[in-house]
Nanobody, 117 residues
């Protein structure tokens, strides 16, 4: 059974930084594509970043240059370093894992990030 547990969310001022972490069980993060998504109130879920099994990384346009995704194979975790945060980054952030190549099929419960102006 695959479980993803996010942590690290919180309240931060604009311009600040936060680091989110996703602990995986039942799945080796280095063998699958792992991603981060976010959803703000009243908005659709938005792709943030992903790291593929081969280490290749992709980012959503709104976070390029500010966010960095990484993984720790020894700890079996995936992290999202968020810098230069803006109020528009306020959302619930979800960790997800993709079994095949099409859709993400495992999701965490989410962690709230709030950026104050």
């Amino acid at each position: 059974q695959v479980q993803l547990v996010e942590s690290g969310g919180g309240l931060v001022q604009a311009g600040g930084s936060l680091r989110l972490s996703c602990a995986a069980s039942g799945r080796t993060v280095s063998r699958y594509t792992m991603g981060w998504f976010r959803q703000a109130p009243g908005k659709e879920r938005e792709f943030v970043a992903q790291i593929k099994w081969n280490g290749n990384k992709d980012y959503g346009d709104s976070v390029k240059g500010r966010f960095t995704i990484s993984r720790d194979n020894a700890k079996n975790t995936v992290s999202l370093e968020m810098n230069s945060l803006k109020p528009d980054d306020t959302a619930i952030y979800y960790c997800a894992s993709k079994t095949g190549t099409l859709t993400y099929d495992y999701w965490g419960q989410g962690t709230q990030v709030t950026v104050s102006s």
